[in-house]
């Protein structure tokens, strides 16, 4: 009976402390998933502040750059060359990693002479200013040149001249109204100048692939997505060259500057400027030699700097006493679209009339062997010859006014990237920015060399902390 008693009071209790275990059981379970999710969240959000702190960073330090670079274009040495051009600048500016606090900037540039089409040359990044003049401007430049370039073709070279100009009549090959009407969505042609080498892709006819070619990231140099055939964007021929699209070689920032260096308004050579032709050439010269030179001249009107020099008769020292100080236009209209010979790659030179793909590979060789001529436009006279200088002078010049500055920035540890490209312009006397694009949805443009420096520099930072 004691027994039965016992068993009696005894079952019920059992089960009833084991659903109390149990329950305890998934309290502490949730409790724990509920600490393990906050600590999570806060882990998250506390990487999110340190992205967005390291992003402000760099948007300052891109700031900074903005700055510095203005500097350096106001204190050239040679007016309208840049630094890499010259051979022994009082100031040659640090251009990779300048560090501003925990941040960095890089000037993304190119380098001219280095063929794009020369296998193992451009798998890391140059750094540096780049010349707008360097390049075709979109503007300016004539059918003719504009199917020269690489990647386009007559159709979309006609659309161009079409986009631009002020008429609907459509050109042979080309697209007008009638054709943008018929796209969906229909849009309008524009029948104005452009104002951003980003309005191509508007035009008909124009692809990304057009545009970027394989250099999806703007950078200049063949990164590993781009020589990977269809295995990730871009599509690629996986030669290990890179072949870039129209981008790299057009503008529509490109104009002489109306002043010189002090301020002063620069010379015609028309027959509106003969008289103060004259008197620069007396001071700079003597009367003599300016005399000489003014017979040699005659009542011809340069269309340009190339083709005074050549029909001058003078040597190249003498020219580079006065080529700052002059302009073929007439002296009130900045001259558009102007190539400047010095820093434009081989690709742009071949479009212009007198040089072509025959002798745009020796001007390129005669720089690289000669950098000591960069100043100057004379030099190209020695490797055209008369007839093909005359030619081509109209379009060329020495020096520039117009230049880019493609930022790359981080903040602290590598983080936060960002990228903006800004147009810097000096035609005008002082220098103003004319443009500001923001291509940090582009990704990481500073190759892979740079970013394994970061991240090992970001463990070792980590590890002494």
Partial sequence: MNARRR????????????????????????LVSLGLYFGQSSALA?????????????????????????????????????????????????????????????????????????????????????DEASKLNLNTATLEMLEALPRMT???????????????????????????????????????????????RLVYGMTLDILAGEDANRNGILDPNEDDYDSTPP?????????????????????ESLTTTNGTAKVSLGAQGRQQLATLLQERLGNQRANEILQRVGN?????????????????????QVEGDLTAGDGQTPRQGLINVNSAPEAVLACIPGIGIDMAPQLVSYRQSNPSRRNTVAWVAEILGTQRSLQAGRYLTGRSSVYSADVC??????????????????SEGGLRIVQRADWSHLGWALGSQTWQQMQQQRQLTQNTR
């Fill in 300 to 320: 011809q009107n340069p269309a340009g700097l190339l083709n005074f020099f050549v029909q001058s008769g003078m040597s190249v020292d003498e020219f580079a």
């Fill in 235 to 255: 599509l690629d021929n996986r030669n290990g060259r890179l072949e870039p699209g129209l981008w790299e070689y057009v503008t529509v920032h490109s104009q």
């Fill in 46 to 130: 506390l990487r999110a502040s340190d992205q967005r702190a390291a992003s402000i960073e760099a948007e300052q330090a891109i700031q900074g750059a903005t700055r510095y670079a203005a500097y350096v274009l106001t204190n050239l040495d040679i007016p309208g060359v840049l630094p890499q051009f010259q051979i022994a600048p009082t100031f040659r500016p640090v251009t990779e990693n300048v560090r501003v606090g925990d941040s960095a900037f890089w000037f993304l540039g190119r380098d001219p002479d280095l063929l794009a089409s020369t296998p193992g040359r451009n798998v890391q990044p140059v750094f540096g200013l780049v």
């Fill in 154 to 200: 007559p159709q979309l070279a006609a659309a161009i001249m079409d986009w631009r100009d002020e008429d609907d009549e459509v050109s042979t090959d080309g697209a007008e109204e009638s054709t943008y009407q018929r796209l969906n969505p229909a849009y309008r042609c524009k029948n104005a100048p452009f104002e951003s080498i980003e309005e191509l």
């Fill in 7 to 30: 068993f009696h009071r005894g079952g019920p209790q059992a089960p009833s402390r084991g659903s109390t275990l149990v329950i305890v059981l998934w309290i502490a379970l949730g």
């Fill in 409 to 426: 920035a981080v903040g602290h540890l590598g983080r936060g990237y960002r990228r903006c490209r800004i147009i810097f312009d000096a």
